[in-house]
């Protein structure tokens, strides 16, 4: 089956760090872009973060920038999402997906979800004191 399987989840307290993993099953990590979302109930998905497969670049949301790092390794077909000082508001399900339409991140596509598959179940992350 191919998709992703997120991991590292947990509940936290403001000011707290987490990383998440992001594994591939079925798939090479290495020919895609790979985004983070998250979602609270009743909202819309909102993009986090995006790294190419081309140059490792990346892109991350105003809400996260400085606070939160994305990294991929393709030999162990895992993307990382290094979360650093967590506060209330980022919680939500964390899930990536594959960019199937592109191999390189911009700032005004990486937003698009449409353009993403293989998504896995998500983790959820709680910040709450």
């Known amino acids: 089956q191919v998709q992703f399987v997120e991991s590292g989840g947990d509940l936290v307290q403001p000011g707290s760090s987490l990383r998440l993993s992001c594994a591939a099953s079925?798939?090479?990590?290495?020919?895609?872009?790979i985004g983070w979302f998250r979602q609270v109930p009743g909202k819309e998905r909102e993009a986090v973060s995006c790294?190419?497969?081309?140059?490792?670049?990346?892109v991350y949301s105003d809400s996260v920038k400085g606070r939160f790092s994305i990294s991929r390794d393709n030999a162990k077909t895992t993307v990382y999402l290094q979360m650093n000082n967590l506060k209330p508001e980022d919680t939500a399900v964390y899930s990536c997906?594959?960019?199937?339409?592109?191999?390189?991140?911009?700032?005004?596509?990486?937003?698009?979800?449409?353009?993403?598959?293989?998504w896995g179940q998500g983790t959820q992350v709680t910040v709450s004191s």
């Open positions: 997906g594959a960019n199937l339409m592109r191999r390189r991140c911009t700032v005004t596509s990486y937003t698009r979800g449409y353009e993403y598959g293989y």
């Open positions: 079925g798939f090479t990590l290495d020919d895609y872009a």
């Open positions: 790294i190419s497969a081309s140059d490792g670049s990346t």
